[in-house]
């Protein structure tokens, strides 16, 4: 299950999810024809999850087999693998991808009735190649880890659809269709749209749907198709525009539309509503191809230094979340994502921030529903300047910024962008990236507030970069600093740093807690420890006016990399700060954090 709606109505789609093949393989060259395939591994899937690959750093190969009925054109979409990914089909490199936790596909045109064979060679170790997946305090485990999902498309497809719900009067709006080929190329088609007068219970919203058509696998005559979009969304059909591409062409076709009688999109209110984009070619008297998104009428912004959802002051109130689970790794089936999120909720929770990389969909779906406030982040940790200075480094995170935004830009849930937690950015060499890759995302989305969690206190110095200035301090744990003490002096180094006038977040606090290991004694790393500390945390942060948001380090207990220089001092390779453990067992904190999470309602 890719998401937790229908996407298609008219596209065949099919989740290619089961047992595949699967066998390890060392560096170097391969021959496909030439494997011995040893195991039988699930996908989607963790391959730590078969007892004898339960430390496995290094190369596999997945094989599977996919039937079509007739001659048609596929799109393979993998939803995640863990890190590194190259796909075969019968034999002939169709994809490449680097990071785990993003989504990337491959067209295949012309593809005959019958069998054919679909392999993956995966790659989950550390090298110079990958410059964001490296040794951490977190697993960086191996597999097709999120489902893959097999489409049969038609010559021309939806590729994505953009939705962006704005308040007020827009007047004089322009539907524009920009026009591109696969290696960048650009050109602009402009048509008038107006946009009608609000009345109460309307929003506008600016609605874009992305048409493609990828190069064809044979020479041929030149060919040009017409493509008309038609959008549905609340009862409305609206006219998004028509354009013509030739083979090897994009187009985003949309503009600004004024949506009558919809519900706002709230925490108490999470009204969705689906939106619905048909493909009809010209001379053709049925839609060929279509894209539901499920999306929701909100606005997110940061005035008078505080953050508003829909022009109402909010505070966020949550946690920072791994996706990792003893049994099943990073690959989250759906119900252990309901567990977390309803236990998340029972303690008082509004909100979680995905650290440190983007989460899968489904979760996303989640928060969606239950009105769960997300910060999302991009896959970067902890990266010192000389591991920033990787020559993969630049490339790899626009990479993953434009998935991200691109892929996660529909869930009403995320109101916040964020860029490489607790990295350099207290150095001018860092600050270019830092300002790099936040220009980037706001060029992607302006619709959203942009930060980044840092932890240098006063040597900060990029705070004026973005919309909220947000601090990773661990007051009672790694110092006896008194909480709201150090939390005064971090809004004052904040604004110092240029930070003045804008929304703060403590993005991370909190304490070791061994699950089981209690002792009247309070001494570190005990249950007793870690609630006295989260609570003195709390009680400051709950009683500080200008704060906006706290995100407990961490929901649960995690695996990290084994062996690498301070993670040494992790016991048992888990990070032990969760409120629950591992396996989702309450520890005495989870009480304190309910105490205060559902002591104060959300503002």
Same mark, same amino acid.
């Given at each position: 299950m890719s998401r937790l709606f229908q996407t298609n109505t008219i596209r065949k789609v099919r989740e290619l999810g089961g047992m595949w093949d699967f066998v390890t393989v060392p560096d170097g060259e391969i021959q496909l024809e030439a494997l011995e395939?040893?195991?039988?591994?699930?996908?989607?899937?963790?391959?730590?999850?078969?007892p004898e690959l339960l430390? *496995?750093?290094?190369?596999g190969v997945y094989r599977t087999k996919v039937t079509v009925e007739k001659r048609t054109s596929l799109r393979l979409i993998f939803k995640g693998v863990s890190h590194t990914a190259n796909v075969f089909f019968d034999g002939k490199p169709v994809a490449r991808h680097y990071n785990a936790y993003t989504a990337f596909d491959a067209v295949i045109r012309d593809v005959e009735a019958g069998t054919h064979e679909l392999a993956v060679l995966v790659d989950n170790s550390f090298s110079e190649a990958s410059?964001?997946?490296?040794?951490?305090?977190? *697993?960086? *485990?191996?597999?097709?880890?999120?489902?893959?999902?097999?489409?049969?498309?038609?010559?021309?497809?939806?590729?994505?659809?953009?939705?962006?719900?704005?308040?007020?009067?827009?007047?004089?709006?322009?539907?524009?269709?920009?026009?591109?080929?696969?290696?960048?190329?650009?050109?602009?088609?402009?048509?008038?749209?107006?946009?009608?007068?609000? &009345?109460?219970? &309307?929003?506008?919203?600016?609605?874009?749907?992305?048409v493609r058509y990828p190069a064809l696998s044979k020479k041929h005559t030149q060919v040009q198709l017409t493509a008309?979009?038609?959008?549905?969304?609340?009862?409305?059909?609206?006219?998004?525009?028509?354009?013509?591409?030739?083979?090897?062409?994009?187009?985003?076709?949309?503009?600004?539309? &004024?949506?009558?009688?919809?519900?706002?999109?709230?925490?108490?209110?999470?009204?969705?509503y689906l939106l619905q984009v048909l493909l009809q070619i010209e001379g053709q008297a049925a839609p060929v191809d279509d894209l539901v998104e499920r999306v929701g009428f909100r606005t997110v912004t940061t005035?008078? @230094?505080?953050?508003?959802?829909? @022009?109402?002051?909010?505070?966020?109130?949550?946690?920072?979340?791994?996706e990792d689970h003893p049994l099943t790794g990073s690959s989250f089936p759906l119900p252990l994502m309901a567990q977390d999120l309803q236990l998340m909720l029972d303690m008082g929770a509004s909100a979680v921030r995905t650290s440190h990389y983007p989460n899968d969909e489904r979760f996303l779906d989640l928060c969606d529903e239950h009105g769960v406030l997300v910060w999302e982040e991009n896959h970067a940790r902890g990266l010192s300047i000389e591991q920033m200075r990787n020559p993969n480094f630049i490339w790899q995170c626009e990479q993953v910024n434009r998935e991200m935004v691109e892929q996660h830009y529909n869930h009403p849930s995320i109101v916040i962008w964020a860029i490489l937690n607790e990295c350099a950015s207290d150095l001018e060499e860092g600050r270019v990236h830092y300002k790099r890759q936040l220009e980037q995302i706001r060029a992607l989305d302006s619709s959203r507030p942009l930060t980044f969690a840092s932890h240098h206190r006063d040597k900060e110095i990029c705070f004026d970069l973005a919309d909220i200035v947000s601090c990773n301090l661990y007051p009672g744990w790694y110092g006896d600093e008194d909480p709201g003490e150090l939390c005064d002096a971090a809004r004052g180094w904040a604004d110092a740093a240029g930070g003045a006038g804008k929304p703060m977040i403590m993005s991370?606090?909190?304490?070791?807690?061994? *699950?089981?290991?209690?002792?009247?004694?309070r001494v570190r790393g005990t249950e007793e420890r870690q609630a006295d500390i989260i609570e003195a945390n709390l009680q400051a942060y709950t009683s500080r006016a200008y704060m906006s948001g706290m995100f407990i380090w961490q929901f649960c207990d995690c695996r990290v990399t084994e062996g690498?220089?301070?993670?040494?001092?992790?016991?048992?390779t888990q990070n032990s700060k969760g409120i629950v453990d591992r396996y989702r067992r309450p520890k005495l904190a989870y009480e304190v954090v309910k105490k205060y999470f559902r002591g104060k309602a959300r503002l």
């Open positions: 395939y040893r195991y039988k591994l699930a996908v989607p899937g963790c391959w730590e999850t078969h430390t *496995y750093s290094g190369r410059s964001l997946h490296v040794p951490n305090d977190y *697993y960086t *485990y191996g597999g097709i880890i999120r489902p893959v999902m097999l489409e049969e498309i038609q010559e021309l497809f939806v590729e994505r659809l953009s939705f962006t719900p704005l308040k007020g009067l827009i007047e004089g709006t322009e539907t524009k269709a920009e026009l591109g080929s696969e290696k960048g190329s650009e050109m602009e088609i402009e048509s008038e749209s107006e946009a009608g007068q609000q &009345s109460a219970g &309307s929003w506008q919203a600016d609605i874009r749907a992305c008309k979009l038609t959008a549905t969304i609340a009862g409305q059909t609206l006219e998004l525009g028509s354009v013509s591409l030739q083979p090897g062409e994009t187009a985003t076709v949309g503009g600004v539309f &004024s949506i009558d009688e919809v519900q706002s999109w709230s925490q108490e209110n999470p009204a969705l005035e008078h @230094g505080r953050i508003q959802l829909n @022009g109402e002051d909010i505070v966020l109130q949550g946690f920072n979340r791994h991370e606090f909190g304490a070791d807690g061994h *699950y089981g290991l209690r002792d009247p004694n690498t220089g301070w993670l040494l001092a992790r016991a048992g």
